[in-house]
């Protein structure tokens, strides 16, 4: 089965520098890959995903990449600011069947004022 | 406001209580799961419900009883639960089941047993 690995685990940032965080997959079939921000009393929200037929995605702030050749793909966080401070899951999803997504172990990341 | 509800947000029962979790959503989709998530673990998927019929069962054990009475409302039974079954417990949508479609998730409830 897919296998996800998420990093780092915590990552603590000054506001306004950039954030990154990795993931790697090992099922070449995944071709969704969606990123979730999970803010304490509040449910996963969808934040931007990313298809294996494009290889970046911009939205304001946030961009993911993709690298299929080497089964990674990462979340960039720009001009970070504090209210950005959640834990950040992503996720994989095979191709052909069920979207039953794979989830990394989460980033928890704190952006000081 | 992310479409998906949950009830209760909180949640303290005996191992030999009976409760029941909640998830509701009336965005329009078709498929519901319920996902499990505990310290310093990845999401764990439970149960996936296509037009209310159970497609997954990801190997969980029988104190935990899925039920789907239509496409808005997804329930959790819970009976006999252990301490380590204290976790948070989200439940999700999508619009389709095994087009790679967005889920949305609800707030979850915070399960303690014991």
């Known amino acids: 089965g897919e296998n996800v690995e998420q990093h780092p685990s915590t990552l603590s940032v000054q506001e306004g520098d950039s954030a990154v965080i990795k993931c790697t997959y090992s099922d070449s079939a995944s071709n969704y890959f969606p990123w979730y921000k999970q803010e304490l009393g509040k449910g996963s929200q969808l934040i931007i995903d990313i298809r294996s037929n494009v290889g970046e995605k911009k939205d304001q702030r946030i961009a993911v990449t993709l690298n299929k050749t080497a089964k990674h793909f990462s979340l960039h966080i720009t001009e970070t600011q504090p209210e950005d401070s959640a834990v950040y899951f992503c996720a994989a999803s095979p191709s052909g069947g069920s979207y039953i997504p794979t989830f990394g172990r989460g980033t928890s990341l704190i952006v000081h004022p | 406001e992310t479409g998906v509800t949950q009830t209760p947000r909180h949640l303290v029962m005996g191992m030999t209580n009976k409760k029941s979790l909640k998830c509701e959503q009336h965005?329009?989709?078709?498929?519901m799961y319920w996902y499990k998530q505990s310290a310093k673990k990845p999401l764990e998927l439970m149960f996936v419900?296509?037009?209310?019929?159970q497609t997954e069962n990801n190997s969980v054990p029988s104190r935990f009883s899925p039920e789907c009475p239509n496409s808005s409302h997804l329930f959790l039974h819970l009976h006999t639960l252990q301490p380590e079954d204290s976790a948070l417990y989200l439940c999700?949508?999508?619009?389709?089941w095994g087009l790679g479609s967005a889920a949305f998730f609800g707030q979850g409830t915070r399960l303690t047993v014991v």
């Open positions: 999700a949508s999508s619009q389709d």
């Open positions: 965005l329009g989709h078709n498929a």
């Open positions: 419900y296509n037009f209310k019929e």
